[in-house]
């Protein structure tokens, strides 16, 4: 609670029982601006009421708005469908899908800066999460991991024409839709059948969660705040949003066609634990600030979100449709030559300077920030 107001200077009163405590600033609900330095500094209080022990000030800028202008590239691979990309930087970045070169299907495709080049061969992926250019986890039908070296196929391996389970839970859970972790040995696989599978580096256990829909998207900060949705839109538009603590899964709320949020639910990204967008049919954002989801309609359905921090959040969906956030508002690319197009980009990946999108019919679209 705010205890009292000099000048520019806030004055609150907290209780600190934890090492490691985290204070959200949002200036009493107003939020904070835009391009603007802040300075912090605390202070003991006795059981006297008197102040003691004052620390040193620490000083915090908040980012200012980015552009919007972005020079974009085509790139057509023919036939195939492209669900998901990631990468360490612009020039070292995988998509993942089921792509030809030639008379050969590629499930991992490359870029180096200069070209797209097969990768793995075989098809079917539909995620792709990493840690480092040698770390690297790709899940489908199967799950791989790239060393650096090679790719290495983790749930099973093939022996004459048949597969035999490597780990039977991550076998068993196929197909995947999503991955998120916090290293190789915490990580998370989102699935068809409303499953969440963990695996601990050594072996894989099913989540405490079932959801009523495939899981889209995974997403977190940490261990113990990590955001799940679930959702269709077969037999109507419904969608989930999940929610662990690091103990148990738990249902924030359910979407559905008339509810609020309202329709199916594909996608989600956090910049931060008070800057959250889940996404569909349309755009929910969660902030400090705001403190309820705010709705906003991009004019297409929202396959994936992704940003490379709060000023710079990118959705790509249906239609070609392409969305980027500044930080202060959000703009759309209509005079893309796939824009209104009978396609979808299923994947989304950005760095402070580029954007990587990629989707059915094996378009990839690349922005370079003007």
């Given amino acids: 609670n705010r205890i009292s107001k000099?000048?520019?200077?806030?004055?609150?009163?907290?209780?600190?029982?934890?090492?490691?405590?985290?204070?959200?600033?949002?200036?009493?609900g107003e939020g904070l601006a835009l391009d603007s330095?802040?300075?912090?500094?605390?202070?003991?209080?006795?059981?006297?009421?008197?102040?003691?022990?004052?620390?040193a000030t620490t000083t915090a800028t908040t980012l200012a708005a980015t552009s919007h202008d972005f020079t974009w590239t085509e790139y057509t691979l023919g036939s195939g469908e492209l669900y998901d990309v990631w990468g360490t930087d612009e020039n070292n970045v995988y998509a993942v899908g089921s792509v030809k070169f030639g008379d050969s299907t590629f499930g991992v495709i490359k870029w180096d800066g200069n070209e797209w080049k097969p990768e793995l061969y075989i098809g079917g992926k539909q995620a792709i999460y990493g840690f480092a250019d040698n770390d690297i986890w790709i899940a489908g039908g199967t799950v791989w991991h790239y060393d650096g070296s090679i790719w290495?196929?983790?749930?099973?391996?093939?022996?004459?024409?048949?597969?035999?389970?490597?780990?039977?839970?991550?076998?068993?859970?196929?197909?995947?839709?999503?991955?998120?972790?916090?290293?190789?040995?915490?990580?998370?696989?989102?699935?068809?059948?409303?499953?969440i599978v963990h695996w601990d580096g050594e072996q894989a256990s099913v989540e405490n969660i079932v959801a009523n829909y495939q899981v889209n998207a995974i997403w977190g900060f940490s261990g113990s705040e990590i955001w799940a949705v679930a959702g269709t839109v077969s037999g109507g538009n419904f969608g989930e949003l999940?929610?662990?603590?690091?103990?148990?899964?738990?249902?924030?709320?359910?979407?559905?066609?008339?509810?609020?949020?309202?329709?199916?639910?594909?996608?989600?990204?956090?910049a931060n634990h008070s800057q959250i967008y889940t996404g569909g049919h349309l755009l929910f954002e969660h902030t400090t600030s705001s403190k309820e989801w705010k709705e906003t309609s991009l004019g297409f359905f929202i396959e994936k979100l992704y940003g490379s921090a709060s000023n710079n959040v990118f959705a790509a969906g249906d239609f070609g449709g392409i969305a980027h956030f500044n930080g202060l508002d959000w703009s759309t690319y209509e005079?893309?030559?796939?824009?209104?197009?009978?396609?979808?980009?299923?994947?989304?990946?950005?760095?402070k300077s580029s954007v990587f999108c990629v989707g059915t019919h094996g378009y990839i679209y690349i922005g370079q920030k003007q």
């Fill in 242 to 270: 999940y929610y662990y603590d690091g103990k148990s899964w738990n249902l924030e709320f359910v979407s559905q066609t008339g509810g609020m949020p309202r329709g199916a639910l594909y996608a989600f990204w956090g």
């Fill in 6 to 28: 000099l000048d520019t200077f806030s004055f609150l009163p907290f209780r600190f029982s934890l090492p490691d405590t985290l204070i959200i600033d949002d200036k009493n």
């Fill in 335 to 351: 005079d893309l030559d796939v824009r209104g197009k009978f396609m979808a980009f299923q994947g989304v990946w950005a760095t």
């Fill in 152 to 195: 290495k196929r983790v749930d099973a391996y093939s022996q004459n024409s048949q597969s035999f389970p490597l780990d039977q839970v991550l076998y068993d859970n196929t197909p995947y839709r999503a991955i998120w972790g916090t290293s190789s040995a915490n990580l998370y696989f989102a699935g068809r059948e409303g499953k």
């Fill in 37 to 55: 330095e802040y300075s912090y500094f605390a202070y003991r209080i006795d059981s006297t009421g008197i102040a003691k022990d004052t620390s």
